[in-house]
């Protein structure tokens, strides 16, 4: 992992990755950690333009710095869904716009199950209120993938196993990210991992979530007046 630069080097202008404020002197290296460590569409997008292919946050704010004279581009997405922006408090214009934290899981034996949006969360909510789960786990292994021309690593966010001992393994998107050419790289690889063991794949987005709410949700309710 790529540390922060020592105080003797603040004098040299840094490049400081927005997701997670590590610094870096040369752009190339910071655009490389950005675009390997992250996640497209989720941490960060790319500018549209060919010339460019800048990894930003906000590709509107980053037109208007860096291309005031191009239109903007009529499809896409133009805003990265999660970010946290490292700057001073006096500094930032936004506030991070996702949940995170952690939640804690009876049928994992009180373990801390760590989320990072508010989907995830819901998703805990609804596997503990589930009597066909039998518990889960978080991030749990990791899957290789080519994309680009490089192989590249990922961990599929939960790893669930029902009370029949059968074992799935669900990744939570918003369905505007599933043709995300590195979702699908990514997606194409855990889905072969999956098939090689007899596990179960599965894509939980904002649909399936409302699905698991509405057929769980006298169970939420009183675990919520159970909580309260």
Not at 71 to 84: I, Y
Not at 94 to 122: C, Q, V
Not at 139 to 150: A, I, L, M, P
Not at 175 to 203: E, F, M, Y
């Amino acid at each position: 992992m790529t540390l922060p630069f020592p105080p003797s080097d603040q004098s040299q202008r840094q490049y400081v990755c927005f997701v997670c404020g590590v610094a870096f002197k040369e752009y190339s290296e910071y655009r490389d950690h950005i675009t390997t460590q992250h996640e497209e569409g989720r941490d960060y997008v790319c500018c549209p333009l060919g010339r460019c292919k800048a990894p930003v946050r906000d590709v509107i704010l980053h037109y208007k710095a860096k291309h005031p004279s191009e239109p903007l581009p009529k499809t896409g997405m133009l805003r990265a869904l999660v970010w946290a922006d490292k700057r001073s408090p006096s500094k930032r214009k936004k506030k991070p716009t996702f949940k995170n934290g952690f939640f804690l899981s009876i049928k994992n034996g009180g373990k801390e199950m760590h989320y990072r949006s508010a989907w995830e969360h819901d998703v805990y909510k609804c596997l503990e209120a589930d009597d066909s789960v039998l518990g889960y786990l978080v991030e749990s292994f990791k899957v290789e993938y080519y994309f680009n021309g490089k192989i590249k690593g990922y961990y599929p966010d939960l790893l669930v196993q029902f009370v029949d001992n059968h074992l799935e393994v669900w990744e939570i998107k918003p369905a505007n990210q599933h043709t995300l050419p590195i979702n699908q790289a990514k997606w194409s690889a855990c889905k072969l991992h999956c098939d090689a063991r007899g596990w179960g794949w599965v894509i939980v987005n904002e649909t399936t979530i409302k699905l698991m709410k509405m057929k769980l949700k006298d169970k939420l309710i009183l675990e919520q007046q159970d909580e309260e």
